[in-house]
């Protein structure tokens, strides 16, 4: 007779399950066990025994002991949203642990900012087979304490028990498949669902999917299936009334809901969100502190100010769910949309560029039927104009999150911020917090890119945010603005007191909080310094671009639309090093064919008069996917299907993209460029499709073909794939990213996410030589070619030509004119036996203080 002591596999309080804000756990859906508020950050094995799961979310984990007793452990509540980030396994499925051995690692700051709670139920998932004696509950308990005796049931004859996992049924079956719609798939409260209705069934249920099978009473064995969302599964049930049972489970599947769980309606989202608020100050990660006074942030927006702190608050606009009458709230609601389109107007007749792209959407979404439908139809039922205007957007807002698409982050923040709009008029709260005092440097925790528009830009220094992210709209939109931005500064900024005098040094990510009179003065001074050198920039940018010592470094501008050619021709770019043609495809029902492709490009390669125009082919699929390209679902996108395998996985896509870009006049202008390239074989496969299209079009001359070196690969073997292009160009974002596994958009590692680290910095040197010794032009197109302070290493490591942001040309051509090849390359030498990006950063920072000690 097993009889076996679970001991406690974390630290903290010790609860009963009743104490589990999730009513599947509270419920003992899934189980009976205990619940643990973890105050450490490690999970350990409660038993010896084998792991049988850990889920794709990677924040439950099960194990069977040597007893036969399954455990489940389920750290938090709503983790399976967090899709794995925060935690660590240390161990893997199939694993043998003794008690004690540590399974998974957590992060509790992440988790305290971003789950529902962070409960951990630890649960015996087939006590229906054993007693289950609790130990001790509320108290707090240390790792090893004793937690649960596990004591099986004496055996009682007639008793039928489901039959264990490998001994499927296969008579008398009934069959039938379903495609699972759940945004997590089958994780463990739907599994537990699953398992609670099977096992009050006579018949014996299984479900198959990925080629394995579980026994449906079993919640850890449907967990150990791994479903994903858009996955089928088939039912099998045999028995008694197999058919009715098939019926009860899956009705028990099709009536889970089948959208993020975590918002089940605005009122629930509204109060986590709220919730989330005081959450964080249990988030050390936000809690930044200042360092010699100084805070450091993540630069959004590159560029140095001095102004007075104006703080922006964000007010949560409390909303009544019933209306007065029907045609009162009709009216209302119609009247503030139509108070919104005003402004909105309004400030896109002043707007350009990414502002007044956000405007645009804006004015779309207002009018878009998926959102004033549903909000009059809940104003039909009694509901208030406000009600009914925020359930409408943040049900549009769940469903486009339901796509777990990268893309659609801002796409969402742009609804949630026209619901603030229109709930902002509704409530008549009034947007008078965006008057600004003179050289305003707005504080706040975050802002909304409807707030930032709306700022006068004449009286706005800089911005710094408590929260946010270097890729927002809002972090692209003060680019735009020319403002100068600092992100994910920590709670701290906001102690900052009105009105006092801040330095924003948005190039060394400091925002410095008390200067004294004389820091500001001298900052003040370096100020006018600037404006002056930017004039005498400007003055020379149309100028070809030589190093003091002769060397030619053609500059080039990274593009994605018109607006941005003929901005970047005015700002003296050489050419288009990067046409990202990605802003053609995306968002729309249907690819651009060939005639409107033809007539984007011709028009870009028009605005450029003449110069070189590198034309990359679509890089979309994995993390950026779009809907008329269905990929296979992919449990790690960034590397997936991406880049030119998207291109050669639907070669109808790219023939036409190569036909539009073999049409553009006049011939030789345009050069193509291949994205996430890491073998020769892809080149090889383009060019061949190339030659066919260009027998096709009667094409006479010859078409450059390059490749992006993007992946650690591609680099390593650049000399190879050098045989079969004209030219490389090396795309440092994707590089960084790849090659110190961190996601380039990232929030919490932006700061370690550099491409100064002497990693990638030793990738972009074995490229550049290949290129050479080939006697080919190498180019980096990425982020790392428009900062300033890293020019001199990539020229110091033989890149010839840098794709930078349109408005930096002039600064970098300017800089570029103060270098020599040999300081360059000393310097670069240096760069490469650091240790760290940090040891990098800080010598090229010493490099430009003396580079600009000298020139001035
Ligand atoms: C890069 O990866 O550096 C690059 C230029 O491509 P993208 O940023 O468009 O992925
Ligand atoms: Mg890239």
């Not at 050198?533 to 100028?543: D, I, M, Y």
């Amino acid at each position: 007779m097993a009889n076996l002591k679970l001991l406690a596999p974390l630290e903290g309080w010790c609860a009963p399950l009743d104490e589990v804000p999730d009513p599947v756990f509270a419920g003992r859906m899934v189980g009976e066990g205990l619940a643990i508020d973890p105050t450490g950050n490690t999970l350990h094995a409660p038993c010896t025994g084998e792991v049988l799961s850990i889920a794709a979310g990677k924040h439950a984990i099960a194990l069977r002991s040597e007893e036969g007793i399954d455990v489940l452990m389920h750290v938090g509540i709503d983790t399976v949203g967090l899709a794995g980030e925060g935690f660590e396994p240390l161990t893997t499925v199939g694993a043998h642990v003794c008690a004690g051995d540590p399974l998974l690692r957590f992060d509790l700051n992440v988790l305290a900012e971003r789950a529902k709670s962070l409960i951990t139920p630890i649960i015996v998932t087939n006590g229906d087979q054993f007693e289950i004696e609790q130990s001790i509950s509320n108290r707090l308990i240390k790792v090893g304490d004793d937690l649960l005796t596990v004591r099986s049931k004496p055996k009682q004859d007639g008793i039928q028990r489901k039959p264990s996992e490998d001994q499927r049924p296969s008579k008398g079956q009934r069959i039938e498949r379903l495609s699972i719609a759940h945004e997590h798939g089958l994780h463990a409260r739907p599994a537990a669902l699953i398992a609670n209705r099977a096992k009050h069934l006579a018949a014996e249920i299984w479900i198959e999917a990925h080629g394995r099978s579980a026994n449906a009473s079993s919640a850890v064995a449907i967990m150990a299936l791994g479903v994903r969302c858009g996955d089928e599964i088939t039912l099998i049930a045999s028995g008694p009334d197999a058919a009715e049972a098939l019926q009860a489970v899956k009705e028990t599947i099709l009536a889970m809901p089948v959208l993020a769980e975590r918002a089940k309606s605005p009122e629930v989202s509204s109060v986590s969100e709220a919730s989330r608020g005081s959450d964080l100050s249990r988030s050390s990660s936000r809690v930044r502190e200042p360092h010699d006074g100084k805070l450091r942030g993540v630069i959004a927006s590159r560029g140095f100010a001095v102004g007075r702190a104006v703080k922006l608050h964000q007010v949560e606009i409390a909303v009544n769910e019933l209306g007065s009458s029907i045609a009162h709230e009709s009216a209302a609601l119609d009247r503030a949309r139509s108070a919104v389109r005003t402004r909105l107007e309004d400030l896109s007749a002043t707007a350009s560029g990414i502002a007044s792209d956000v405007i645009a959407a804006h004015l779309e979404f207002l009018d878009d039927s998926e959102l004033v439908v549903p909000a009059k139809r809940a104003i039909a039922q009694g509901k208030s104009a406000a009600f009914a205007w925020r359930k409408a957007v943040r049900d549009v807002a769940e469903k486009l999150r339901a796509l777990n698409d990268a893309r659609m982050t801002e796409r969402i923040s742009d609804l949630l911020d026209l619901e603030t709009q229109v709930l902002q008029v509704l409530s008549g709260a009034s947007a008078a917090q965006c008057e600004l005092p003179e050289r305003a440097v707005v504080i706040a925790e975050d802002l909304k890119p409807s707030q930032l528009v709306s700022l006068d830009a004449e009286r706005l220094s800089a911005i710094c945010l408590a929260a946010g992210g270097p890729t927002s709209h809002v972090a692209l939109l003060a680019a735009s603005m020319g403002v100068p931005a600092l992100v994910a500064l920590g709670d701290h900024v906001l102690t900052v007191k009105e009105d006092a005098w801040l330095i924003v040094d948005a190039e060394q990510g400091t925002l410095d909080l008390a200067p004294d009179e004389q820091t500001i003065a001298a900052a003040e001074e370096l100020l006018q310094q600037r404006e002056q050198r930017k004039n005498s920039e400007r003055a020379a940018a149309q100028q070809d671009c030589f190093t003091a010592d002769g060397t030619r470094i053609e500059v080039f501008a990274n593009l994605a639309s018109l607006a941005e050619a003929k901005l970047a021709a005015t700002n003296g770019a050489e050419g288009c090093g990067l046409l990202r043609t990605e802003f053609l495809f995306l968002e729309r029902a249907s690819p651009p064919d060939e005639p409107e492709q033809l007539r984007q490009y011709q028009d870009i390669a028009m605005a450029l008069k003449g110069r070189p125009l590198i034309i990359r082919t679509l890089d979309v699929g994995g993390d950026k996917p779009i809907p008329y390209l269905p990929l296979p679902a992919e449990e790690n996108p960034a590397l997936g299907l991406r880049g030119v395998r998207t291109s050669l996985w639907r070669p109808d896509l790219l023939r036409v993209q190569l036909k539009a870009i073999l049409r553009v006049e006049p011939a030789g202008q345009c050069r193509i460029l291949l994205p996430m390239v890491t073998d020769p074989g892809e080149i090889q496969a383009v060019r061949r499709m190339l030659d066919e299209v260009r027998r096709e079009l009667r094409y006479e001359g010859y078409i450059e073909l390059g490749a992006m070196i993007e992946t650690p690969a591609s680099a390593l073997i650049a000399n190879r794939l050098l045989r079969d292009v004209d030219f490389l160009s090396i795309g440092t974002n994707d590089l960084t990213q790849y090659t110190l596994a961190m996601d380039r958009g990232h929030s919490e590692l932006a700061h370690r996410i550099d491409g100064l680290h002497p990693a990638v910095l030793s990738l972009i040197s074995i490229a550049a030589t290949a290129a050479h010794q080939q006697n080919k032009v190498v180019a980096v197109c990425g982020g790392l070619a428009s900062e300033p302070a890293a020019v001199p290493v990539l020229i110091g490591l033989g890149i010839q030509e840098l794709s930078i942001v349109p408005t930096l040309i002039p600064r970098i051509k300017a800089n570029i004119r103060t270098l020599t090849i040999e300081s360059c390359q000393r310097l670069a030498q240096r760069a490469l036996e650091q240790e760290t990006a940090e040891q990098v950063r800080a010598l090229v920072n010493e490099f430009a203080e003396e580079q600009s000690r000298v020139t001035s």
